[in-house]
């Protein structure tokens, strides 16, 4: 089924660690996005790629980097985790205008 | 570069009642308006979009009507039930997107009270 996937849907890590959280979608968009959300309360948008070997920053800087090596696949990496990066991570593709989300990474970094 | 101003942020309204969020934008060539809504613990998901060609655009209990003069949109839903109980965004965006002109509002958390 044509959707976006994100891995792992928890994570609780200790401060310092490197962590990347995956993002896959199956629907053959070009665009795709990186937000931070605390629960229901506003979209922050930390990256984006139009497409392979695109890479941009978004409006909040959160200390993480992006690759996009393939179309459907759009990694996000936290180098040294800290307490401030407890939060929701949403990947977004879009097609036509459409932003379609992922469920979601709830990252609690102790 | 767009603003996106979203109100109220938070609605509560009794069952059966109307419910109605406005958003304003900055960006004159704003062409494209989604809303979101994101229940409780899940992800947003697109429920309507207008683009600018129309200003008025209806789908059962939920519409949304775009005032391109004044630069403002409108999500209006009516007959309310407790399930429409969630989190909803407007964004603005210039379509086709050469870079990341899509910008999401505050939210507005809507309570639905049976």
């Known amino acids: 089924e044509a959707d976006i996937y994100q891995t792992p849907r928890y994570l609780v890590i200790g401060t310092g660690k490197k962590i990347t959280l995956e993002c896959s979608q199956t629907?053959?968009?070009?665009?795709m996005y990186w937000y931070q959300q605390d629960p229901g309360m506003e979209l922050h948008l930390i990256h984006y790629s139009y497409g392979v070997n695109s890479t941009e920053k978004g409006d909040l800087s959160s200390e993480s980097t992006v690759s996009r090596i393939r179309t459907e696949h759009f990694p996000l990496t936290l180098e040294s985790a800290r307490p401030s990066h407890t939060s929701q991570y949403l990947c977004a593709s879009t097609s036509r205008g459409t932003q379609y989300f992922g469920p979601g990474t709830r990252l609690l970094v102790l | 570069g767009e603003n996106v101003e979203q109100h109220p942020s938070t609605l509560s309204v009794q069952e059966g009642d109307s419910a109605v969020i406005k958003c304003t934008y900055s960006?004159?060539?704003?062409?494209?308006f989604p809303w979101y809504k994101q229940e409780l613990g899940k992800r947003p998901q697109l429920i309507i979009d207008i683009r600018s060609n129309v200003g008025e655009k209806k789908d059962q209990r939920i519409a949304v009507t775009l005032n391109k003069t004044a630069k403002h949109f409108s999500l209006h839903i009516t007959e309310t039930q407790p399930e429409d109980s969630a989190v909803y965004f407007c964004a603005a965006a210039v379509e086709p997107r050469n870079n990341n002109d899509m910008r999401f509002g505050a939210g507005t958390r809507l309570t639905v009270k049976p």
């Open positions: 960006d004159s060539a704003s062409n494209y």
């Open positions: 629907m053959g968009h070009d665009k």
